[in-house]
């Protein structure tokens, strides 16, 4: 099972910095491919960042690649998504998510658990 919990969100003002992070309280983390997704009102839901299961393969979404930095600690069980410069483009609600394997991974049909989100604004 995974249980998926965001923090860090907050307000910051452009170009400056936040760093999400994802804590799985279940007993498998380490064999699952975990993503950040986010949703600005009135968008769809939309794929950020990416990494498999070992840490060892990354995917960007082109509006975020440069500048926001996904890692994760296995033995934690914990996944992070450093943000910055930020952009009041880049406001909105930050999910974690979890699958297993990194095929689809950009796609958030496929996933099976999903945390309850954090809010992230930029002030311009």
């Known amino acids: 099972q995974v249980q998926l919990v965001e923090s860090g969100g907050g307000l910051v003002p452009v170009g400056g910095s936040l760093r999400l992070s994802c804590a799985d309280s279940?007993?498998?983390?380490?064999?699952?491919?975990m993503a950040w997704f986010r949703q600005a009102p009135g968008k769809e839901r939309e794929f950020v960042a990416g990494?498999?299961?070992?840490?060892?393969?990354?995917f960007y979404a082109d509006s975020v690649k440069g500048r926001f930095t996904i890692s994760r600690d296995n033995a934690k069980k914990m996944v992070y998504l450093q943000m910055n410069p930020l952009s009041p483009e880049d406001t909105a609600v930050y999910y974690c998510a979890a699958k297993p394997g990194v095929s689809g991974i950009t796609n958030y049909h496929a996933y099976n658990y999903w945390g309850q989100g954090t809010q992230a604004t930029v002030s311009s």
């Open positions: 990494i498999s299961s070992d840490g060892s393969s990354t």
């Open positions: 279940g007993r498998i983390f380490r064999y699952y491919a």
